[in-house]
């Protein structure tokens, strides 16, 4: 037999866009529902990043969710460059833009907004199967969902599709309506977790043979490190050994010499895209998040990304359902996209600065260096990059 009954607003996905926006939604009086397709347990032993854009760190203030962030979380004022054969130099985000960065894993956020959602009693339906949008481009949409083996009618007013890269919001979308860009670059990062004090600061190096890799950090004794690799290549033609030589490799001396090995904790390869879906309406569906558009991490943007769509569509849904104003509706598409492509671009810029391509001739390298060398010399030209790294405005 279905099971039916009602909400405001459906929200599929329960990672950080879904959460915040039902967190949001729920302090502003509007019931909504989150479906989420895993566990409460799974959804939280993804292993994320999460350095915070200052708006993402206000608005997580703003909420109320600020505190473990402000005791836990440590300032993160620069933008490190080690590029072989040149002393590594630092450009001051702080300085330029006058705002603060927050490193704070994304897995703690998630586990804060469970526990303000379970506070609330907020309505969170885990491991819903079989998550179906209907008729989105109605007046009366709804979702259907498998629970504890029963099927499930939810009917709602607006549904926001927050489930990530591969849910099922995004394909509810015609594909005439739907326009999709996409960029993948010919290899993926190889990351590896290991139980070592980490570099001081996080540090993106670039080798002008070897390739790109990143020193970062979750405390003061957990590292994660990434080089690029090819994205074919097998995990077990990386042991531990091969990594750390290649990473230090990868290092001008000075700092490889400073990098603590020891035995991983955790290994992958990610592959790296750009991808954005246009738009991000159709009728009563809403998309957030990765749900709607992918950057490479190169600039860690995407959960920040996310945050400021849910931003947008609070602020959209708030004043049609509380005030009857539609403009915020109709315009959330266009406003967040804009400051969609800005990131987009400034991850594919960041990630074509840094990485070698195996197509590259001569005179992409030495476009690449020179590129560098205007960034290290051109106070303006770092100020520019700052403004984008710390994050633009949301009513940019
Ligand atoms: P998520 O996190 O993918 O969550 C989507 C949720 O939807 C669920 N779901 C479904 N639920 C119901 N029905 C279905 N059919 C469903 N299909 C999927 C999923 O189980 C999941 O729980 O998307 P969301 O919420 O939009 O959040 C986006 C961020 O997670 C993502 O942009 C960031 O993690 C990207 N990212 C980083 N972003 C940053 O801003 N800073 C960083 O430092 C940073 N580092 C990273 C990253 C992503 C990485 N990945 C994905 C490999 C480092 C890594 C390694
Ligand atoms: C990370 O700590 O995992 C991390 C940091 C910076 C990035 C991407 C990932 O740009």
């Given at each position: 037999m279905?099971?039916?009954?009602?909400?405001?607003v459906v929200?599929?996905?329960?990672?950080?866009?879904g959460l915040m926006?039902c967190?949001m939604?729920?302090h502003?009086?509007?019931?909504?529902?989150?479906?989420?397709r895993?566990?409460?347990?799974?959804?939280?032993?993804?292993?994320?990043?999460g350095?915070?854009?200052a708006?993402t760190v206000?608005l997580?203030k703003?909420?109320?969710?600020?505190?473990?962030m402000?005791?836990e979380?440590?300032?993160?004022d620069?933008?490190?460059?080690a590029?072989?054969g040149?002393?590594p130099?630092?450009?001051?985000?702080?300085?330029?833009?006058?705002?603060?960065m927050?490193?704070?894993?994304q897995?703690?956020?998630?586990?804060?907004?469970?526990?303000?959602?379970?506070?609330?009693?907020a309505?969170?339906?885990?491991?819903a199967?079989?998550?179906?949008v209907?008729?989105?481009?109605?007046?009366?949409p709804f979702?259907?969902y498998?629970s504890?083996g029963?099927?499930?009618k939810?009917?709602?007013?607006?549904?926001?599709?927050?489930?990530?890269?591969?849910?099922?919001?995004?394909?509810?979308?015609?594909?005439?309506?739907?326009?999709t860009?996409?960029?993948?670059?010919?290899?993926?990062?190889l990351g590896?977790?290991?139980?070592?004090?980490?570099l001081?600061?996080?540090?993106?190096?670039?080798?002008?043979?070897?390739?790109?890799?990143?020193?970062?950090?979750?405390?003061?004794?957990?590292?994660?490190y990434?080089?690029?690799?090819?994205?074919?290549?097998?995990?077990?033609?990386?042991?531990?050994?091969?990594?750390?030589?290649?990473?230090?490799?990868?290092?001008?001396?000075?700092?490889?010499a400073q990098i603590?090995?020891?035995?991983?904790i955790e290994?992958?390869?990610?592959?790296?895209?750009s991808f954005?879906?246009?738009?991000?309406?159709?009728?009563?569906?809403f998309l957030a998040?990765?749900?709607?558009?992918?950057?490479?991490?190169?600039?860690?943007k995407?959960?920040?990304?996310a945050?400021?769509?849910v931003?947008y569509l609070?602020?959209?849904?708030?004043?049609?359902?509380?005030?009857?104003n539609?403009?915020?509706?109709?315009?959330?598409?266009q406003t967040?996209?804009?400051?969609?492509?800005?990131?987009?671009?400034?991850?594919?810029?960041?990630?074509?600065?840094?990485h070698?391509?195996?197509d590259?001739?001569?005179?992409?390298?030495?476009i690449?260096?020179?590129?560098?060398?205007?960034l290290?010399?051109?106070?303006?030209a770092?100020?520019?990059?700052?403004?984008?790294?710390?994050?633009?405005p949301?009513?940019y």
């Amino acid at each position: 037999m279905l099971k039916s009954r009602k909400t405001q607003v459906v929200i599929i996905g329960g990672g950080p866009s879904g959460l915040m926006l039902c967190h949001m939604l729920n302090h502003r009086g509007i019931d909504a529902t989150v479906l989420e397709r895993k566990s409460k347990s799974y959804v939280l032993q993804r292993i994320r990043a999460g350095v915070l854009e200052a708006g993402t760190v206000q608005l997580l203030k703003d909420e109320g969710l600020g505190a473990r962030m402000d005791s836990e979380g440590h300032s993160h004022d620069a933008l490190h460059i080690a590029w072989q054969g040149f002393d590594p130099f630092a450009i001051d985000t702080n300085l330029h833009t006058g705002k603060k960065m927050v490193a704070y894993g994304q897995t703690q956020i998630t586990e804060d907004l469970y526990n303000a959602l379970e506070r609330q009693g907020a309505d969170l339906v885990m491991e819903a199967e079989d998550v179906e949008v209907h008729e989105p481009d109605s007046e009366s949409p709804f979702v259907t969902y498998v629970s504890d083996g029963q099927t499930h009618k939810l009917e709602c007013d607006y549904i926001a599709g927050c489930d990530g890269f591969h849910g099922a919001s995004r394909r509810a979308i015609p594909d005439s309506i739907l326009k999709t860009y996409e960029r993948v670059y010919p290899f993926g990062w190889l990351g590896i977790m290991s139980e070592t004090p980490p570099l001081k600061d996080i540090t993106y190096a670039h080798h002008p043979e070897r390739g790109f890799a990143l020193a970062s950090q979750r405390s003061q004794s957990l590292s994660r490190y990434y080089i690029q690799c090819p994205v074919t290549d097998d995990l077990d033609s990386w042991s531990d050994e091969r990594f750390w030589d290649e990473i230090k490799a990868r290092f001008p001396p000075e700092l490889a010499a400073q990098i603590v090995s020891g035995p991983s904790i955790e290994k992958s390869i990610a592959p790296l895209r750009s991808f954005v879906a246009e738009p991000m309406r159709y009728g009563r569906l809403f998309l957030a998040g990765d749900a709607a558009h992918i950057v490479p991490p190169t600039g860690a943007k995407g959960l920040n990304l996310a945050f400021s769509d849910v931003f947008y569509l609070c602020r959209a849904l708030t004043e049609q359902i509380s005030n009857n104003n539609q403009r915020y509706l109709d315009e959330y598409s266009q406003t967040a996209l804009r400051r969609v492509w800005t990131n987009v671009r400034i991850s594919w810029w960041l990630t074509g600065l840094l990485h070698i391509f195996p197509d590259d001739t001569g005179f992409d390298k030495k476009i690449r260096e020179n590129e560098f060398f205007h960034l290290r010399k051109s106070e303006r030209a770092q100020a520019a990059l700052a403004e984008q790294v710390v994050g633009v405005p949301f009513d940019y």
